[in-house]
């Protein structure tokens, strides 16, 4: 049977490498305009490999996930903090011997926070490294790229499982069955944010996202939020994906001046959000100004407190960001200091190869605390899986798990109609240069 994906065709004389096959992949699939786009975005594959059509079977000693990720340019943080979460979980499973004797390995690859190096990452990732499963990616824009090669390629029974995104594509048909979610869907962040700020008065809400399938997805989930209190969105504003926190936002500013909202919700990564931020609070625009989890809240806060002229707190006061995981100051939640103990041990890096650009980690963070509860569920259901790992076993796994206390006070159920594991939101405000539970909405911002 010949090993070439559906429309792949590989070129006259020439050998059928893994590298012809995912740049043919690529072609079939989507498009020979976007696969040429890759060439000069992706990171090229080592050469020389051949793939034979028949899957590897899994080393007896590991277990391989692949992740796809920023670990590159202004959202690297992202990337960074999930991995060394997950990291400081996986370092105490493989240190006390893996699952059922076999170690978890990670095999990442950047992508940026870009769609197109995401798309063959993944495609690398199945048939060049040939993982167990997929694992801990990054953003709306890169994963509602992938799901519809999982979608092609469905006989592999590839899954994705804990993407740091709450967007709706992975959740719904026709990619949902290929997805396994832990975190809050943004339709119920931005739900939250919107019905407190309706509770205390602040009505007219506009949005300012990025002009990408996140953006959008946060959007609509505001405007969605907005309609059932019977309003609609007050103003709104964009920016460019990978837009620096030099850069000039006083055109978005001035956009929402002109809406005079109650209060902005910001849809976007840690940069452009602080831009917003900064230059919000110099041109007057003093409203609450509320970020999705996505945004990065201890990344976000270093460049504004940096950015601040003489009070470290200047630019901070009307910021509140929600969360889709409990505050990592709060010890009296078990699972918080098994994670800042983990992390305090084992001080996991971002390997060498792939560090373009200098990034000084946190200690803790809300994400790196997401990338830890991700890995204690992703060992938990690998350790469910009876005899030898198996894709066709991961189902069954995953839908074994019913009330599993993770250790937040929220227990995680999954079924073939709940492929989200958790529910809540939290809400936090900038105290004494960090973030902190917000407990009294009115008392704030009212």
């Known amino acids: 049977m010949s090993g070439t994906p559906h429309g792949a065709q590989p070129s006259a004389g020439r050998p059928l490498t893994r590298r012809s096959v995912v740049r043919a992949g690529v072609a079939g699939l989507l498009g020979a305009p976007f696969a040429a786009s890759l060439s000069a975005t992706a990171r090229p594959l080592a050469p020389g490999l051949r793939w034979s059509g028949r899957r590897r079977p899994q080393p007896d000693d590991e277990i391989l996930l692949g992740v796809s990720a920023a670990f590159s340019g202004p959202s690297r943080g992202l990337g960074t903090e999930l991995y060394r979460g997950a990291m400081s979980c996986f370092g105490q499973v493989n240190e006390q011997g893996g699952v059922n004797g076999r170690r978890i390995r990670l095999r990442l690859l950047d992508d940026g926070y870009q769609p197109d190096p995401c798309v063959e990452n993944t495609l690398s990732l199945m048939l060049e490294h040939e993982v167990f499963l997929l694992f801990g990616y990054v953003g709306t824009p890169t994963v509602t790229r992938v799901l519809p090669l999982l979608k092609k390629f469905q006989d592999q029974q590839m899954y994705l499982f804990f993407p740091f995104t709450g967007a709706q594509p992975q959740r719904e048909p026709p990619y949902g069955e290929f997805a396994f979610n832990l975190r809050a869907s943004y339709g119920q962040e931005t739900g939250g944010l919107v019905d407190n700020f309706m509770r205390i008065g602040r009505r007219r809400i506009a949005v300012f996202y990025q002009a990408d399938a996140y953006g959008r997805s946060g959007w609509a989930g505001v405007r969605a939020a907005v309609a059932?209190?019977?309003?609609?969105?007050?103003?709104?504003?964009?920016?460019?994906?990978?837009?620096?926190?030099?850069?000039?936002?006083?055109?978005?500013?001035?956009?929402?001046?002109?809406?005079?909202?109650?209060?902005?919700?910001?849809?976007?990564?840690?940069?452009?959000?602080?831009?917003?931020?900064?230059?919000?609070?110099?041109?007057?625009?003093?409203?609450?100004?509320?970020?999705?989890?996505?945004?990065?809240?201890?990344?976000?806060?270093?460049?504004?407190?940096?950015?601040?002229?003489?009070?470290?707190?200047?630019?901070?006061?009307?910021?509140?960001?929600?969360?889709?995981?409990?505050?990592?100051?709060?010890?009296?939640?078990?699972?918080?200091?098994?994670?800042?103990?983990?992390?305090?041990?084992?001080?996991?890096?971002?390997?060498?190869?792939?560090?373009?650009?200098?990034?000084?980690?946190?200690?803790?963070?809300?994400?790196?605390?997401?990338?830890?509860?991700?890995?204690?569920?992703?060992?938990?259901?690998?350790?469910?899986?009876?005899?030898?790992?198996?894709?066709?076993?991961?189902?069954?796994?995953?839908?074994?798990?019913?009330?599993?206390?993770?250790?937040?006070?929220?227990?995680?159920?999954?079924?073939?109609?709940?492929?989200?594991?958790?529910?809540?939101?939290?809400?936090?405000?900038?105290?004494?240069?960090?973030?902190?539970?917000?407990?009294?909405?009115?008392?704030?911002?009212?």
């Open 228 to 446: 059932r209190h019977g309003e609609t969105i007050a103003g709104e504003a964009t920016y460019r994906r990978g837009t620096q926190f030099t850069s000039i936002m006083r055109p978005q500013v001035e956009i929402l001046l002109e809406a005079a909202p109650d209060a902005v919700i910001c849809v976007g990564a840690y940069a452009a959000c602080a831009a917003f931020a900064r230059d919000a609070m110099d041109l007057g625009l003093h409203v609450p100004i509320a970020n999705l989890s996505f945004v990065g809240s201890e990344n976000m806060l270093g460049l504004l407190m940096d950015a601040s002229p003489d009070d470290p707190a200047y630019y901070t006061p009307w910021l509140v960001n929600s969360q889709v995981v409990p505050s990592y100051e709060d010890t009296s939640i078990p699972a918080v200091p098994e994670y800042r103990e983990l992390m305090a041990q084992y001080d996991p890096q971002v390997p060498e190869e792939l560090v373009v650009e200098p990034y000084d980690p946190f200690p803790n963070s809300f994400v790196s605390l997401e990338g830890y509860l991700d890995a204690k569920l992703m060992t938990e259901i690998l350790a469910r899986i009876d005899g030898t790992p198996e894709r066709a076993k991961l189902n069954d796994a995953v839908f074994s798990v019913r009330d599993y206390d993770l250790g937040i006070g929220e227990r995680v159920s999954f079924g073939p109609e709940r492929r989200q594991g958790l529910q809540s939101v939290y809400y936090t405000v900038v105290e004494d240069g960090r973030f902190v539970t917000l407990n009294d909405w009115e008392a704030k911002f009212s």
